[in-house]
């Protein structure tokens, strides 16, 4: 198991040679390896005006930051409380730095759900998608549906404001296995991994605390999510096929899904985030090989959103997918966010020039190969595409 990242959440003014010892302990003192050390700020549209958006430079901004230490910063969401003017300056940002990561939100933490914002962000994931040759811009971009400040993963990431705080997000797909192997039923392979992330949690956490003091930083927990990397004993969707499944994608996915973010929820730790299961299928080599061979879809990924994970995640999608199609998406996100008031993101990544079925690959150390994943042609029209922000209230059954 390892540790995706440690993510500091600060104010934009911060001096960032003060927080660069911290970004060197923060990698030697924990207790599993550390794979990259973050900043996220708060969104940035509350410490910037519109009229200086023309001028500012995002690259310069956090450079001093990469010097730092950090290796990728999260300006932050346009929120709905903002102007949605501030959207159309999402790509000329990205575009000024790889290290750079934003968000906008569709839907809040109040149950608001705003379909206009949902067709200008599948706008935006158009645009971004041909920015590069290979559509991986939209790696640094994601909706975000009731998502709240101190979550650790990117581009989730941002700040509630004031004093300067961390927290952990961890890569603990790979926790599963073992416990599968060590266990001789399914009651037994709960257990063992409750006793496994409760015990990876206090050991880490143990080390978070002795690094806010040291620093005099607030600790804000571990984001426990059952997230992957691309090798074959840390695929998520390996883990679940370990439970027993012929592969992710066919009848009794939704079950293990269910099965293994109940005993997340169960363990007893200082939690953050989603603490959940992420199904991003560019991370994960098992299900980067059952999209590409079509055995799975983004309606069966969406639909273990429901009882588990953290939305739709790096999602290669076929380059000529529609603007009404990518909206649908959003606006399912939106809905099933509010309604079961659960966080849930979207990275949604259309390939440029890749038609469905086709390989595709990206030059980055944490993806594997794929395949473009079929949108049907045509999404939303009539009254679901008009720009309209409606309140859903959370499902509570009687």
Known sequence: MNIRSVTLFAEPDLDPSAMATFFVQAQRVMPRPVQTVRLATTPFPDWLRLSDLQSFQAGDMIQPWLEAG???????????????????????????????????????????????????????????????????????FSALANCRPGTPFFPTAYHAGGAPQFAIAVEAASLIFQAVDGAASLVETRRAIIEAIERE?????????????DHQLTYGGI????????DSKSSLAGAMEKLGLAHIGVPGATYAAAFLADAIGRADFQRCGFSGLFFPVFEDSVLATRAGAG????????GYSAVCGAGLDTIPLAGDASLSSLTGILLDIGAMASRLNKPLTARLMPIPGAAPGDPVSIDFPWFAPSGAMALAPQGVSGHLSEPVRLHFNSYHPK
């Open 70 to 140: 950090a290796q990728f910063v999260s300006l932050g969401p346009v929120l709905l409380k903002h102007d949605a003017k501030w959207l159309d300056w999402l790509p000329a940002i990205v575009a000024q730095n790889e290290a750079i990561f934003v968000a906008a939100e569709i839907a809040d933490t109040c149950g608001e759900v705003d379909t206009g914002r949902c067709l200008a962000l599948a706008g935006i994931i158009r645009r971004l998608s041909r920015l590069k040759g290979d559509g991986s811009a939209n790696l640094q």
């Open 201 to 213: 949690a206090e050991v880490i956490g143990s080390a978070a605390r002795e690094l806010a003091i």
């Open 223 to 230: 984001d426990f999510s059952l997230a992957p990397f691309p």
């Open 295 to 302: 055995l799975i879809s983004v309606s069966d990924l969406l």
